[in-house]
């Protein structure tokens, strides 16, 4: 009984400094949520006007009935995604012609694999 009243004396500082910590942690992820340091600021108009674009043709085409095969492929044809979204943002999306020095995850992993034992 000695034996665990002395080892439960000794964590008092102990139990202090987590609980401490643990109040630490608590208010420093509720001041700053999502603090992003170094990110570029974006022009505020700039992804609204294209999103407004996409809601008119996607209000358009609701009032519609369903297109034909035929005016489907016509609005596609000009290298857009598809008839509503068009071309936005296709430069930010990975297709295989932007896509050609990617690493494959099986890759990554037999790389990681490689360095863990050693061998190349």
Request: aromatic share 4%; charged share 25%; net charge negative.
């Amino acid at each position: 009984m000695k034996r665990i009243d002395s080892v439960l004396s000794m964590l008092r500082p102990v139990r202090f400094l987590v609980v401490a910590f643990t109040c630490a942690l608590l208010l420093l992820t509720n001041a700053f949520p999502a603090f992003a340091i170094g990110t570029t600021k974006s022009h505020p108009t700039e992804a609204t006007d294209q999103l407004n674009q996409i809601q008119r043709k996607t209000d358009q085409i609701a009032t519609e009935p369903p297109p034909s095969m035929s005016r489907e492929q016509e609005e596609t044809s000009g290298g857009g995604l598809n008839e509503v979204q068009g071309t936005a943002d296709i430069d930010k999306m990975s297709r295989p012609e932007n896509s050609q020095n990617a690493t494959t995850v099986e890759d990554e992993v037999k790389g990681i694999l490689e360095k863990v034992t050693g061998k190349k």
